[in-house]
């Protein structure tokens, strides 16, 4: 079987039991409690007032992305990783979305 049939058998039971709003929920509140959105808020003002300012918005994304990527702690990651192993693990259980 093709990797795109894998993708797509994956991509509808996630839909179907709305995982990835759950991972995706679970994620932004992780990131909250810990201070990595204000430290990378921070982070985006201290770049923006050493450069004069950004042209524009996604001139300022593609500079923070990397230092806010490297930002994310490891509990954090580790958590995202179980959550999903979790999900992939029972994916078979999952009813399939039609």
């Not at 679970?26 to 990131?31: E, N």
């Not at 004069?52 to 490891?74: C, K, Q, S």
Request: aromatic fraction near 6%; proline fraction near 3%.
């Amino acid at each position: 079987m093709s990797q795109k049939y894998y993708e797509d058998t994956v991509n509808s039971k996630l839909e179907n039991k709305h995982a990835v709003e759950r991972v995706s929920e679970l994620v932004r509140v992780r990131l909250v409690e810990c201070g990595w959105r204000d430290q990378v808020r921070l982070a985006c003002r201290k770049l923006s007032e050493e450069n004069d300012g950004f042209n524009n918005f996604d001139e300022l994304i593609a500079v923070v992305t990397p230092t806010a990527r490297a930002m994310v702690p490891d509990s954090v990651k580790r958590e995202l990783l179980h959550e999903l192993e979790l999900i992939l693990s029972n994916i078979d259980k999952l009813p399939s979305k039609k």
